[in-house]
């Protein structure tokens, strides 16, 4: 079983963005801090999952627990349904990679419980302003 863990942050409404993914199981730990364009918080939210999901499909097509701090993220995949046009087309992505497991699921967990991942998300986005060629 894969153990997903993602989180996405965003420095402003939208600002600098940036996605982290923690993945334990199958004997490996895996870890990504990826800077993403600029964004909002739900929208970094809903790309963290999408990107986690694609590097746990090439690690299994087991079992994969999902977890994540964003109360919107994990309605809109357990409901399948999302409000905001701009998040549509990044759940239908998600949801065709769900069905590609053999068993998926998705929990909401508190952000105590989701420190690896913000931790990398918060990393991801200090990384940009370095690309950009600020000092930090």
Avoid at 2 to 15: H, Q, R
Avoid at 34 to 60: D, Q, S, V, Y
Avoid at 72 to 89: C, I, R
């Amino acid at each position: 079983m894969i153990e997903l863990y993602v989180d996405g942050a965003s420095a402003g409404n939208p600002g600098k963005s940036g996605i982290g993914i923690y993945i334990k199981g199958e004997g490996k730990i895996v870890k990504f801090s990826e800077p993403i364009e600029p964004t909002n918080n739900h929208t970094a939210e809903f790309i963290a999952l999408l990107r986690g999901m694609e590097e746990a499909a090439k690690l299994t097509n087991g079992i994969v627990s999902a977890r994540s701090d964003s109360k919107a993220v994990v309605s809109a995949v357990e409901n399948e349904f999302v409000k905001n046009e701009l998040h549509k087309d990044y759940l239908n992505k998600i949801l065709s990679i769900a069905k590609s497991f053999d068993f998926f699921f998705i929990k909401w967990i508190p952000d105590t419980e989701n420190r690896a991942a913000d931790a990398l998300a918060r990393e991801a986005i200090h990384k940009q302003g370095k690309k950009d060629g600020e000092e930090k």
